[in-house]
C-alpha cells in the first residue's frame, strides 16, 4: 500500500502519524495492499478555491476527498472483495481550518487530523453521511478506527517501553538482550 503526503499548508503536521492511520484505516477495511493514496494539506486559500470548484460552496473546510473515477462510475465500493491494484483517490486537510475545529472540540490538531484523515479515507471507500443512516454509520465506523488505532497505538508504544527497560535491566546484570523485537 502506497500513501503518499504532502504538506503545502505551512502548518507543521506529524506526517507519519497521519499515514500511519490512513493505513490502518485501510487495512482494517480490507482494501487491497496494491492501493495508492495521495494525502495534501493544504493553506486556507487552496482549500477555499477547491472547496468552491468542485462543491460549489463558498469558503474553506476540513478535509475534501477526490476518489478515482472508476470506482465512482462503477457505483462499487472500493473495499469490496477481489479489486486489484488502483490509485484510490486524494484526501486534502486543511490544518489550519482543522486548528479551529480542533480548539471547539478540546483535542490537539493532531487529533483532529487524525479524525479528518480516517473521515476522507472513508469518502474514498464509498461512504458518506448525507442522510441520517449513513451519516450514523459512517460517522460510529470512523470513531471506531480511530479508537482502535489508539489503542493499537498505546499497545505498540507499551510494549516498546517494556522492551528498552528490559534491556536496560539485562545490560545492568551484565547480560544482554538476544531477543528479537515482538511486533
Not at 469558503?59 to 491494484?85: C, L, S
Not at 472513508?122 to 459512517?138: F, V
Given at each position: 500500500?502506497?500513501?503518499?503526503?504532502?504538506?503545502?499548508?505551512?502548518?507543521?503536521?506529524?506526517?507519519?502519524?497521519?499515514?500511519?492511520?490512513?493505513?490502518?484505516?485501510?487495512?482494517?477495511?480490507?482494501v487491497?495492499?496494491?492501493?495508492?493514496?495521495?494525502?495534501?494539506?493544504?493553506?486556507?486559500?487552496?482549500?477555499?478555491?477547491?472547496?468552491?470548484?468542485?462543491?460549489?460552496?463558498?469558503?474553506?473546510?476540513?478535509?475534501?476527498?477526490?476518489?478515482?473515477?472508476?470506482?465512482?462510475?462503477?457505483?462499487?465500493?472500493?473495499?469490496?472483495?477481489?479489486?486489484?491494484?488502483?490509485?484510490?483517490?486524494?484526501?486534502?486537510?486543511?490544518?489550519?481550518?482543522?486548528?479551529?475545529?480542533?480548539?471547539?472540540?478540546?483535542?490537539?490538531?493532531?487529533?483532529?487530523?487524525?479524525?479528518?484523515?480516517?473521515?476522507?479515507?472513508?469518502?474514498?471507500?464509498?461512504?458518506?453521511?448525507?442522510?441520517?443512516?449513513?451519516?450514523?454509520?459512517?460517522?460510529?465506523?470512523?470513531?471506531?478506527?480511530?479508537?482502535?488505532?489508539?489503542?493499537?497505538?498505546?499497545?505498540?508504544a507499551?510494549?516498546?517501553?517494556?522492551?528498552?527497560?528490559?534491556?536496560?535491566l539485562?545490560?545492568?546484570?551484565?547480560?544482554e538482550?538476544?531477543?528479537?523485537?515482538?511486533?
Amino acid at each position: 500500500m502506497s500513501i503518499e503526503i504532502v504538506n503545502e499548508s505551512g502548518i507543521a503536521v506529524d506526517e507519519s502519524l497521519i499515514v500511519s492511520v490512513a493505513r490502518y484505516a485501510l487495512d482494517v477495511m480490507q482494501v487491497s495492499p496494491a492501493v495508492e493514496l495521495a494525502i495534501t494539506a493544504v493553506t486556507l486559500e487552496t482549500m477555499s478555491e477547491l472547496h468552491e470548484r468542485w462543491m460549489d460552496e463558498p469558503g474553506p473546510t476540513d478535509v475534501m476527498a477526490f476518489p478515482m473515477d472508476e470506482f465512482a462510475e462503477d457505483t462499487r465500493r472500493p473495499d469490496a472483495p477481489d479489486i486489484g491494484p488502483a490509485l484510490l483517490g486524494d484526501v486534502v486537510l486543511c490544518p489550519a481550518f482543522a486548528k479551529d475545529q480542533a480548539k471547539l472540540a478540546g483535542h490537539t490538531l493532531d487529533d483532529e487530523l487524525h479524525l479528518l484523515t480516517v473521515h476522507g479515507v472513508l469518502h474514498l471507500l464509498g461512504y458518506d453521511h448525507h442522510e441520517p443512516d449513513e451519516e450514523r454509520e459512517m460517522f460510529a465506523l470512523q470513531n471506531k478506527l480511530l479508537a482502535d488505532w489508539r489503542t493499537d497505538r498505546a499497545r505498540t508504544a507499551a510494549r516498546e517501553a517494556q522492551r528498552r527497560n528490559d534491556s536496560r535491566l539485562l545490560g545492568t546484570v551484565g547480560l544482554e538482550d538476544d531477543r528479537p523485537a515482538t511486533p
